[in-house]
């Protein structure tokens, strides 16, 4: 097997099983921060949970993944890997929300929270597995494609748009 035909292979298999991994890992979080009623260290549990930026950036980091397992499928079948662009510049977007996740928490609130509050139960998935395999993912497997410098923009829509809803809900509706 020819080597480059045979790392393609392997970029195919390790992006398939990354993005599953993750897909998996945001339903179990979610799942479980749904069916989670009441929890005395955090307000927004129930159908409030999709209230969290956490959250919210962890269903598009899923749906990023999901978005390219269908393409890592395809490559392993006919041995060439290869992304569109927007697949691409929605897997930097949904990466981009979810390592702001990741570093907010490990650097803001564990030291305010603790460590282990802040990384166990549905916290464990979407502040740190989710993340971290979403991160590497995306700077590991998802390689062959430069992304423009304006379509780096696009990963701060969804961190504007919370911005303006979070800013709306605390300040204007003060809940």
């Known amino acids: 097997m020819d080597v480059l035909v045979r790392k393609n292979r392997i970029q195919c298999i390790l992006a398939l099983i990354s993005c599953a991994i993750v897909v998996v890992c945001v339903c179990i979080g979610v799942t479980m921060n749904l069916t989670t009623l009441y929890d005395e260290d955090f307000d927004n549990m129930g159908i409030r949970?999709?209230?969290m930026f956490t959250v919210n950036s962890n269903i598009l980091a899923a749906l990023s993944s999901f978005a390219i397992?269908?393409?890592a499928?395809?490559?392993i079948r006919n041995k060439e890997y290869s992304l569109p662009n927007w697949v691409v510049v929605f897997m930097m977007t949904?990466?981009?929300?979810v390592?702001?996740?990741?570093?907010?928490?490990?650097f803001i609130l564990s030291p305010v929270k603790g460590f282990v509050l802040i990384f166990t139960g549905s916290r464990f998935f979407l502040h740190g597995v989710c993340p971290v395999l979403n991160i590497l993912a995306f700077c590991l497997f998802i390689t062959s494609h430069k992304v423009k410098v304006k379509e780096?923009?696009?990963?701060l829509i969804p961190v504007a748009?919370?911005?303006v809803v979070y800013f709306t809900m605390v300040v204007v509706i003060t809940e």
């Open 161 to 163: 748009i919370y911005a």
């Open 69 to 71: 397992i269908p393409y």
């Open 49 to 51: 949970t999709f209230c």
């Open 152 to 155: 780096t923009f696009y990963a």
């Open 99 to 106: 390592a702001l996740t990741f570093l907010v928490s490990l």
């Open 94 to 97: 949904g990466t981009t929300a």
């Open 73 to 75: 499928i395809d490559g």
